[in-house]
C-alpha cells in the first residue's frame, strides 16, 4: 500500500516497542493529519452514474404500501444496470417490498415524499444469500437492500427507508422489551448454531439458514464484496438489526444519513472488512453502537483476514447509544489508519463517546487512531473507554491488541469517568495519547490499567490541569 509506505517513513519506537510516530509528531498529534489523512480521502471518490431514469412505475409497481412491489424493483434495477446503468427512481408515496439486490452502475433513488417499506414475511428475503452475521459468514436471508460483487452502486435520495423491524423483526432477539418471549421466538438456538459452525470451520456453503424458526435478523443495507459505493441522504428507521453494513467493500461513501431506530443490535453503521471509507454528516440516534468499525469475529475473522483500513469519520452528530465511534467487537482480522474530527456526541442515554471493544477470544491488531474536535455534551459512563474485559475477556488464546490512539482536542461537559482503559495482564494497551482534552463534570475517577505509554498534554479534569490519570 502507497500510503502504508509513506506511513513508514517517519516511524520511531514506542512503549510497545513497535515503531510509532516520531515523538513530536506524535505530541503535535497532527503528523499523521498531514501526511496520510489526505492520501485516504483523495482516494475516496462517490461513483457516477449515466443520465437514465427508470422509474419502478414504468416495470409495474403501485404505491398504498399494500401491493408488493419487488418483482417490479427488481425489474427495474436489472433493465438500469443492463442498459449501462443509471437511476432506478421511487417517486413520492408508500410502496412495499422485498430484498432488493442492487446492480452494477446502479443508484436506487428514494424521492423525497417516498416511503420504502420493507416486508414482515421472512420469505421476501429468500432466496438466502451470502452474508455475515455478527463476523461469521452463513447463507442466510438477504439484507433488505443487498449487492455482492457488484461495482458503482448506490442509495440516494430524500425519502425513508423503513424496515418495519418494531412491527416484526425486532421480536426475533427473544428480550421481552423488544416485544419477544425468549420461550417461544429467539434468535439463541441459531446463534449458537452458527457459532459452532464457525469454531468448526464448516464451508460457508454448508451453514444454511433462513427458515422461519433461525430467527436470525438480517441486517437493512449490506453491500459484499463491492467497490465504488454511495449511500447518501435517506433517512433510514425500525431497522432489522445493523443499519448501514458494508462488507469487504473498497472506496464507500456514507454522507448526510438520517438514522433513528432504537431496536436490539441496531447499529447504525458498521464498515466491516473494509478499505478507504468516508462516513460524514450524519445523525445517528440508534440506541446501540452509532458508528462500529468491525472486521470478522474469532475463526472466520482470521481465516478471512482481511483489516478495516483507511477510514474518515466527520461532521456527525451521535445521540443515544453503547458507543458513538467505536472499534469492535468484531474485530479479529484488525482495524487500522481511522481518522474522526468534528463530531459532536451528546446523550444522558449515551454510554460512551469513543469506545473500543476487544478481548482474548477475538485478538486482532488495532492501530492507529487519530480523533481531534470532538465535542461531548454527556455520556453516563466513561467518555473514552478502551476495554479488554469485553464478554469473554481474557478466556481466549489470541492477544488482543491496540496501540497508538490519539486523542487531539476533546472537550466534555458532563460523564461518570473521563477515561477507562483496560488491558490484560499480558496484553496492555500501548500508547495512547491525550493532548488539549478538557473534560468538565467527572464523577468518578479514570480507571487505568495494565496500560503502557500513557501520556498527557494539556489536559483538564474539572477545570484543573492534571499530570496523570
Known sequence: MHDRREFIKYLTVGAAGIALFPSAAFA???????LIYPEILGRIRPPKFPKRTFAITRFGAKAGGSVDCR???????????????????????????????????????????????????????????HTRWEGMELMHLSPLIYAYEETNIAVTGEGTLDGQGKAFFWKWHGNPRYGGDPNVISQRDARARLYAMMDANVPV???????????????????YKCKNVLIEGVTIVDSPMW?????????????????????????????????????EDCYFDTGDDCIAIKAGRNNDGRRINVPTENVIIRNCTM???????????????????????????????????????????????????????????????????????????????????VRNYVVDGLTCEKGNRAVDLQGLDNAPIYDVLLSNCSFGEIEKESIIKNVKGLRLNAVKIGGKVVDSL
Open 28 to 34: 503535535q498529534a497532527d503528523g499523521p493529519w498531514e
Open 205 to 223: 456453503e454448508q451453514r444454511v439458514f433462513g427458515s422461519e424458526r433461525d430467527y436470525l435478523r438480517p441486517q437493512f443495507i449490506q453491500p
Open 243 to 279: 443499519e448501514v453494513h458494508p462488507v469487504l467493500c473498497e472506496n464507500v461513501t456514507v454522507r448526510r444519513l438520517r438514522i433513528s431506530s432504537h431496536g436490539p443490535n441496531n447499529d447504525g453503521c458498521d464498515p466491516e472488512s473494509c478499505r478507504d471509507v468516508l462516513i
Open 71 to 129: 418483482e417490479a424493483i427488481d425489474r427495474a434495477v436489472n433493465a438500469c444496470s443492463k442498459a449501462g446503468g443509471g437511476r432506478v427512481v421511487v417517486p413520492a408515496g408508500t410502496w412495499l417490498t422485498g430484498a432488493i439486490r442492487l446492480r452494477s452502475n446502479v443508484d436506487l433513488h428514494i424521492s423525497k415524499g417516498a416511503t420504502l417499506k420493507f416486508s414482515t414475511d421472512p420469505r421476501a428475503y429468500l432466496p438466502v444469500v
Open 319 to 401: 445521540k443515544d447509544g453503547h458507543g458513538g465511534i467505536t472499534i469492535g467487537s468484531e474485530i479479529s482480522g484488525g482495524v487500522r489508519n481511522v481518522f474522526a474530527e468534528n463530531c459532536k456526541l451528546d446523550s444522558p442515554d449515551l454510554w460512551t463517546a469513543l469506545r473500543v471493544k476487544n478481548n482474548a477470544s477475538r485478538g486482532g491488531r488495532l492501530e492507529n487512531f487519530y480523533f481531534r474536535n470532538i465535542t461531548v455534551g454527556q455520556v453516563s459512563r466513561a467518555v473514552i473507554e478502551i476495554d479488554f474485559n469485553y464478554e469473554e475477556g481474557a478466556k481466549g488464546e489470541h492477544t488482543p491488541v
